[in-house]
């Protein structure tokens, strides 16, 4: 069973082609792992193991009958097996988004991402945790207890992706789906060792997420490395009619494997992602992996992002009041349990009062008084001016250059608590990540070394809007040169 579940995702995808294994022992592998380890991780929130062994039986008859007759094209994901965030809806399974409030909450319907997968022939083990509607970076704001960080159980796995991100390091699961608003799949991607796409806003229909910032939610892949994250990508991508947001735009092949240097690219090196206060060992990871991309032929070029420092003051003033109106309809009327009361009103008040946590209370109060009636402009619209003086920046910097290289976070994994009751530090956790999702550019997260307590160090890479083949090719090419997405937790061994 432990030969299983190290195959990559290329690799098994072969491998059942071939008949060398089936997929009820690739899903059995998978199941018996998170059986061993999920009570120590607690990555999962709901498991579906009889729905999964269905699906991989479906699954191996139809590869038994291609290979009698090849002649018919398989679907690229077919007898894999994924978890998915539990902000996306898959039909007839939870989907609580980490929060009371939707405990008791079964979608009737697939979210596109979802349908897509198993259009695909993936099959969906389990939903897995997150902080509650997405909001943290710790993946310690769900309802349903903490997640623990597979290289050390002290610690977080990141968030708000965290179960995800917990799930592929430690073999849980080949791949999961994951969602970034302000970084929710590339710190988790960086805390846990593995590879995490944030796509570009509008490439991946959102419809079937469970919103939290409208303008900023994007849909992403958590793998192993880079060529499973481009083969689950190149499935979910693409316009969808039921989301108005996504855009009619041919989603190009992820073939990562063409490029054989760097010779021609042209990385730019922000010098506002390395600040005072950041934790040494991950900035001299990060300028190591850099510099390793100059010795595969790459061209670094300094680049002036002069407004990100704004990006954290403009995100939590964007984003809670998108928060504050998406979380307006879960009132204990129309989803999940209802606390009684003797008026209409409370209802509202008891039921958003005990099922919402403190973190979700919190930035809807935020939101909430940013939208007020003499605030707006002063806060919402103000932040919207300088949000757009971001993505100027962006704009002008990839006049100059192909890709930015950046770290994904000041620090490496902190311990469970390690924020304690002070809701500052944590959101200074993604003051490397938000300024992508303020721009809607695509960013890639990739484990580039560790520090000298063992934990991983990511290093993302942002590109032009709909580029995000371009962030494929690059870090594949540097996954090639370097072993550091190879390296597993000592209880994946």
């Not at 060398?20 to 991780?41: C, F, G, P, T, V």
């Not at 579906?48 to 290979?67: N, S, T, V």
């Not at 040494?280 to 595969?296: G, P």
């Not at 192909?402 to 500052?424: E, N, R, S």
Request: charged fraction near 20%; proline fraction near 6%.
């Amino acid at each position: 069973m432990s030969g299983l579940i190290d195959l990559s995702l290329v690799q098994a995808v072969q491998a059942l082609r071939k008949g060398d294994i089936s997929s009820r022992l690739l899903i059995e592998a998978y199941l018996e792992r998170i059986n061993q380890l999920d009570a120590k991780l607690h990555a999962f929130l709901a498991i579906a193991p009889e729905k999964a062994l269905a699906q991989a039986e479906a699954a191996d008859r139809r590869l038994q009958a291609w290979r009698r007759h090849p002649e018919e094209p398989l679907p690229a994901l077919l007898g894999i097996p994924v978890a998915v965030k539990d902000v996306l809806c898959v039909a007839g399974m939870p989907c609580t988004c980490g929060s009371r409030i939707l405990e008791e909450f079964y979608p009737p319907f697939h979210a596109t991402v979802v349908e897509r997968l198993l259009s695909a022939g993936a099959i969906i083990l389990g939903k897995t945790n997150t902080d509650e509607f997405a909001m943290g970076s710790s993946t310690e704001n769900s309802a349903y207890g903490v997640t623990h960080n597979p290289w050390d159980l002290e610690r977080v796995p990141g968030g708000s992706s965290g179960g995800s991100a917990a799930a592929v390091a430690a073999r849980l699961a080949l791949v999961a789906l994951g969602t970034d608003t302000g970084g929710s799949v590339r710190q988790p991607a960086s805390f846990c060792g593995v590879t995490g796409i944030k796509p570009t806003y509008g490439r991946v229909s959102r419809y079937g997420l469970v919103a939290y910032g409208s303008s900023l939610d994007v849909v992403g892949v958590l793998g192993r490395d880079v060529q499973d994250v481009a083969s689950v990508f190149s499935q979910i991508a693409g316009y969808d009619t039921k989301d108005a947001t996504t855009l009619d735009l041919p989603v190009p092949g992820m073939n990562v494997g063409e490029q054989a240097d760097l010779s021609g690219l042209r990385v730019g090196v922000p010098e506002e992602y390395f600040i005072p206060g950041m934790q040494a060992e991950v900035e001299e990871v990060v300028r190591q992996a850099i510099h390793m991309l100059e010795k595969l032929g790459a061209q670094l070029k300094p680049v002036s992002m002069p407004h990100t420092r704004y990006a954290l003051p403009v995100y939590y003033i964007v984003a809670p009041a998108e928060a504050s109106a998406n979380l307006a309809r879960y009132d204990g009327i129309r989803y999940g349990p209802r606390v009684p009361a003797q008026t209409l009103w409370g209802v509202f008040r008891q039921t958003r009062g005990q099922k919402f946590g403190p973190e979700v209370k919190r930035r809807i109060m935020l939101g909430t008084y940013a939208l007020s009636a003499g605030y707006y402009e002063a806060y919402y619209g103000q932040a919207q001016k300088v949000r757009t003086l971001i993505k100027q920046d962006f704009d002008a910097a990839f006049k100059d250059v192909d890709v930015i290289a950046a770290p994904v976070a000041p620090t490496t994994a902190f311990k469970i608590g390690g924020h304690g009751d002070d809701p500052l530090s944590m959101y200074l956790e993604d003051v490397f990540t938000l300024p992508a999702n303020l721009a809607g550019v695509p960013g890639l997260a990739f484990p580039v070394g560790f520090d000298q307590q063992g934990l991983p160090v990511g290093m993302q890479l942002m590109g032009p809007h709909f580029r995000e083949e371009l962030l494929f090719r690059t870090a594949f090419t540097y996954q090639r040169a370097t072993e550091w997405h190879k390296n597993t937790p000592e209880m994946v061994a």
